[in-house]
């Protein structure tokens, strides 16, 4: 069965540092997500991307991040200037018509 | 933009019971409505929808109904598993917007 990928699975980073975070979307899904969960919370809806280009964005996803399809199968969170409070479990999804699957998460910390 | 309600936030059951979790949403244009089971650790897991033209889907022991008029929507496990114990959220989307928003979760604990 095709699933969302993620890597890693686990990312480390310095306050301050960037990270990329990766994903594979299921290859014949059309509509690509990043959510957020910090430990024990809700799931917070990040940015939502179709068509090679963001389609809603949450108040959340302000300059400090972007997302990126480079090629015809990776989708890319970027977090620049990391702080403390973007340590969380970052989820991928990717959605047909309509259900939307995840990914397993990057568990981001920052120190 | 949409807003999802879940209540209860934790719930604890006999194995064998029913459980019931309850969810309202704001946007009156939501027309699509998953529910995710998220075991610790682990990725949040469809595990039944409902689309705004029917009002009751039922899959084994789980079922979900909804009620357009008033934005609520319920999710019913009967005969509870311990292996049922996780963090369920309900959602909601406008597939014109497209975006799925989360309700804020429920704990179930299934007692053996």
């Known amino acids: 069965e095709p699933e969302v990928t993620q890597t890693p699975s686990h990312q480390v980073t310095q306050m301050g540092q960037e990270v990329i975070l990766r994903c594979v979307p299921i290859s014949n899904h059309l509509y690509f997500y990043w959510y957020r969960q910090i430990l024990g919370q809700k799931v917070e809806f990040l940015v939502s991307f179709y068509n090679n280009e963001i389609s809603e964005k949450s108040e959340i996803f302000d300059d400090q991040f972007s997302v990126e399809r480079p090629d015809g199968s990776n989708f890319t969170l970027k977090i620049r200037s990391t702080k403390l409070e973007d340590s969380a479990m970052y989820f991928c999804a990717s959605r047909g018509s309509p259900e939307a699957f995840f990914g397993q998460g990057t568990r981001l910390t920052v120190v | 933009g949409e807003n999802v309600e879940q209540h209860p936030s934790t719930l604890s059951v006999q194995e064998g019971d029913s459980a019931v979790i309850k969810c309202t949403y704001s946007d009156s244009a939501s027309n699509y409505f998953p529910w995710y089971k998220q075991e610790l650790g682990k990725r949040p897991q469809l595990i039944i929808d409902i689309r705004s033209n029917v009002g009751e889907k039922k899959d084994q022991r789980i079922a979900v109904t909804l009620n357009k008029t008033a934005k609520h929507f319920s999710l019913h496990i009967t005969e509870t598993q311990p292996e049922d114990s996780a963090v369920y959220f309900c959602?909601?989307?406008?597939?014109?917007?497209?975006?799925?928003?989360f309700g804020p979760g429920t704990s179930l604990s299934v007692i053996p």
């Open positions: 959602a909601a989307m406008e597939t014109r917007y497209d975006k799925v928003i």
